[in-house]
């Protein structure tokens, strides 16, 4: 019997010999190159024309890009911004659970609000709101038709901060109120009326169960009403409020002659603030759309720094899944919240 080659592979065996790898040519996308270089032209286009136009005044920019009045300016837009959207929140999520109740009293109370203040302009209430003390020099508490126990100046009570305040928060919460409203509408009713079921409270099934699932079709809306709010300030010179960023940059540029850099230095501004806002917001999406836009479900990074059967800071298991997880997997849900029929 003749010996076997030491070279040849033994019987069984994967032949070494593979085929040679395809090599795959991509698909040429003319059409993306040409739009590319399109797009880079044009942009070199804009910064050239900014850039060497001497009518902007680029170092009068800078220089009162970081000015006291219009740092200090940055700071009652934030605080005009962000205190009439609390307000504003509290009040839409009232009038949204008053557009939802089965009392007809209450259900016209919040039509009626929704209708006046979203049916006239924001300008008009912010100057009727500067007129308060005209209208009303005095407010008393007491009984009506009948004796005062109180009584303040109207002057003192609402000065020109707070009547912007107030204006711009509750003409928000007439719009905030319909997203809320929307919101809410779209969870499955079957998960309250199971909550019902359990014995669970109508507040309390509000707040566990109806309320988490709303929250990723109300915080892209609100987020974008906040943004809008941001520049809407710029109207509280009706009031009138003077300290807000358009006010500040618009006196200096009259001061100065120079108004076109000051209204580049307000632009300028707002267009950090309304990065810093997209960012929260994207961060704030994706913490309420955790278990609905097809996230990992399973141990978070850092939930408990014990391994997958250890336990975090909360006592919580790192396995266990989020509470807008669970509920996608009972599936009563669906990806589209505005899906009348589930396919």
Do not use: C
């Amino acid at each position: 019997m003749a010996a076997r080659s030491a070279s040849a592979p033994p019987p069984g065996a994967p032949s070494s010999d593979l085929p040679e790898p395809l090599r795959a040519r991509p698909v040429p996308r003319p059409g993306r190159w040409v739009s590319a270089a399109v797009v880079l032209v044009l942009a070199a286009m804009v910064v050239h024309a900014l850039v060497t136009n001497p009518n902007f005044r680029w170092d009068t920019v800078w220089l009162y890009l970081r000015d006291v009045n219009v740092v200090r300016g940055v700071g009652w837009t934030l605080v005009l911004t962000f205190g009439s959207m609390a307000i504003a929140i509290v009040l839409a999520v009232l009038l949204a659970i008053m557009r939802r109740s089965d009392n007809p009293v209450m259900r016209s109370v919040s039509w009626t609000y929704i209708w006046f203040f979203r049916g006239t302009p924001i300008y008009t209430q912010l100057v009727f709101w500067g007129l308060i003390s005209v209208l009303y020099p005095r407010l008393s508490l007491g009984v009506p038709f009948g004796p005062e126990l109180f009584v303040f100046d109207t002057r003192d009570v609402i000065t020109a901060f707070w009547a912007a305040l107030l204006g711009l928060a509750l003409n928000e919460a007439a719009y905030l109120a319909e997203i809320v409203r929307a919101g809410l509408g779209s969870v499955d009713p079957g998960q309250a009326e199971a909550a019902r079921a359990l014995g669970m409270k109508e507040s309390r099934i509000l707040r566990r169960i109806v309320l988490p699932q709303a929250m990723r079709v109300i915080v892209p809306p609100t987020g974008n009403e906040t943004i809008s709010m941001l520049k809407t300030t710029s109207l509280v010179v009706a009031v009138p409020f003077t300290l807000e960023i358009t006010y500040a940059t618009s006196a200096i540029g009259t001061r100065t002659f120079q108004p076109i850099p000051l209204l580049i230095v307000a632009a300028l501004w707002y267009l950090l603030i309304t990065s810093v806002l997209m960012v929260g917001q994207y961060y704030v999406e994706r913490h309420y759309g955790r278990g609905f836009d097809g996230g990992a479900t399973g141990p978070r990074r850092g939930a408990g720094g014990r391994g997958p059967g250890g336990t975090g800071r909360t006592g919580r298991r790192a396995g266990r899944p989020s509470r807008q997880a669970a509920i996608r997997g009972a599936g009563t849900t669906t990806d589209d919240p505005f899906a009348e029929v589930t396919p």
